[in-house]
């Protein structure tokens, strides 16, 4: 894996560093994390690794394709490592819980619209909302509770 990592570096024109190896491992095993909980990760991994290095090396993976960013309404951005495809995500409106869904209809992007405004649509970005099975199960008030950050 770790060579492939940094074949994945290379044919991007990245410098292979430890920062950007430890960020890519860390949205392997975390995926959908924000840049903070990534930072935890990846201090983890390799020790000592600023805020700023960790949003930075996230950016660069970004810009070059390797990562993707997800900012879903009231939450903060999110990265993953599952890119190339157009797949889309289903969030949990009570615990936050973010999991991928497939191309659900037709060939990418996904959807057709009625006018596409002279628009080349070659993608689209789709989040759906709902609850997880855990939160469905819990009492309303519990989840009430958790909503409010307070679970």
């Not at 975390?30 to 903070?36: M, N, R, S, Y």
């Not at 983890?44 to 690794?49: A, F, N, Y």
């Not at 080349?120 to 759906?128: D, F, G, L, S, T």
Request: net charge negative.
């Amino acid at each position: 894996m770790h060579e492939d990592t940094e074949r994945l570096l290379r044919q991007r024109g990245l410098q292979v560093t430890a920062q950007r190896l430890a960020v890519l491992q860390a949205m392997a095993t975390h995926p959908h994390a924000a840049a903070d909980e990534l930072a935890d990760v990846v201090r983890e991994s390799i020790g000592s690794i600023s805020r700023q290095a960790v949003y930075d090396a996230l950016a660069t993976l970004v810009e070059s394709g390797l990562a993707r960013r997800i900012q879903p309404a009231g939450s903060p951005a999110r990265y993953e490592d599952r890119v190339g495809d157009n797949h889309h995500h289903l969030v949990c409106r009570t615990c936050g819980v973010m999991v991928d869904i497939d191309c659900t209809v037709g060939e990418a992007p996904c959807l057709t619209t009625e006018d596409d405004h002279g628009f080349e649509i070659n993608e689209a970005e789709v989040i759906y909302w709902g609850y997880c099975p855990g939160c469905r199960k819990r009492p309303a008030d519990m989840n009430a509770t958790v909503k409010n950050g307070e679970g």
